[in-house]
């Protein structure tokens, strides 16, 4: 909780005092139409990219196949739009980076491992639910399944 107050005061506090640094160097209108532009180009891409992974998860579920790693892509995708959007240097240096599929590549990663990190230590459970009225819950103490599944999902 702490933590995720601290996130909430320190990202915009820093986000708040780069605007006005960038604003005293290159003018209050300068520094507005950066945000506009970044907000624009950003919703773009993002919207872009958004529609191609759509596409893959349509073509993947077609084939029948999980689309696990395209979902996770669209989240990202996502994530990066709405912060994209949001004026600031941090969060557009973030936002470009999730649009990136080779820094996005790295951050599915990184949040897999946070995952099975979770799932090992009994902070998270995954339960899956796949064409049936039961509920199966697949963690590690599950005898029939591997833990952790391999990424990406198949």
Known sequence: ?????????LVPATELALLIEIGSRIGTI???????VTGVLGASLASRQGLAVLRQIQDE???????GSAI???????????????PGIL???LG???LIPATRSLIKDRLWQML????????ARVVVNVGSSETQDHGPSDQDQSWPPSFPPQ
């Open 30 to 36: 300068n520094t507005l139409l950066l945000i506009v």
């Open 61 to 67: 579920t077609v084939r029948g196949q999980m689309p």
């Open 96 to 98: 470009f980076l999730c």
């Open 116 to 123: 099975e990190r979770a799932v090992h230590n009994n902070r």
């Open 72 to 86: 996770v892509d669209g989240v990202i995708i996502l994530v990066a739009g709405i912060v994209l959007m949001t």
């Open 91 to 93: 969060t557009d240096i």
């Open 1 to 9: 909780m702490a933590k995720l107050l601290l996130l909430f005061i």
